[in-house]
């Protein structure tokens, strides 16, 4: 009895709340649906959000609309171990040869390795967080020595957006200006 009522909230709410699938059915199926989430609505212009509304209500005037935003909470590394945002804050952005030579990624130094752990006790060496494109929740945790490390002209915020945009965003103060 249970699971009858279980499929039947499921079949009656869940699935009415949006068409199965991710891009599995066509726009008019919106038609049966009496809501729908839009996410991600903070990386987009308020105009962007106007447009996706309006085209949604235009196919379903009686749809009911909510939107979410992400924002990270923290980082996550391969070993799924968590690095606190609050960490990478006021932490320089660097280029390191990773993962081989003549292959930079962008990281973020967040704290000098203790000379007791080091694979070298004559040279300096820093932890890097490289996050992963396009999700930088999760990321590669390196050790590479001072010499190593190229300090960019990137805020934490500009890198982030390079990151998550594969390259594509980069920051305007770098772009030239036709002129």
């Known amino acids: 009895m249970i699971a009858y009522k279980l499929h039947r909230f499921v079949d009656e709410k869940i699935v009415r709340i949006l068409p199965a699938g ?23 212009s308020q105009a962007q959000l106007n447009d996706i509304e309006n085209r949604l209500l235009s ?3 009686d749809l009911t609309i909510a939107k979410a935003m992400h924002a990270p909470v923290c980082a996550k590394t391969d070993s799924e ?8 804050k006021g932490k320089k952005v660097v280029l390191v040869e990773f993962p081989r ?11 000098e390795l203790q000379p007791e752990i080091a694979p070298n006790k004559k040279q300096k060496f820093f932890n890097i967080f490289i996050p992963t494109a396009p999700n930088p929740t999760s990321g590669y945790f390196v050790i590479a020595p001072e010499e190593d490390l190229i300090i960019v002209d990137l ?10 945009s594969g390259g594509i965003i980069q920051p305007e103060r770098f772009t030239k200006k036709d002129t």
């Open 101 to 111: 030579q003549q292959i930079y990624s962008l990281g973020f130094l967040t704290s």
């Open 81 to 88: 171990s968590q690095i606190e945002l609050e960490q990478l």
């Open 22 to 44: 991710l891009l599995r059915e066509p726009l008019c199926s919106l038609k049966r649906a009496d809501a729908i989430v839009i996410t991600r609505t903070n990386q987009v």
């Open 155 to 164: 805020t934490r915020q500009e890198a982030m957006a390079m990151i998550i």
């Open 59 to 61: 196919i379903n005037p």
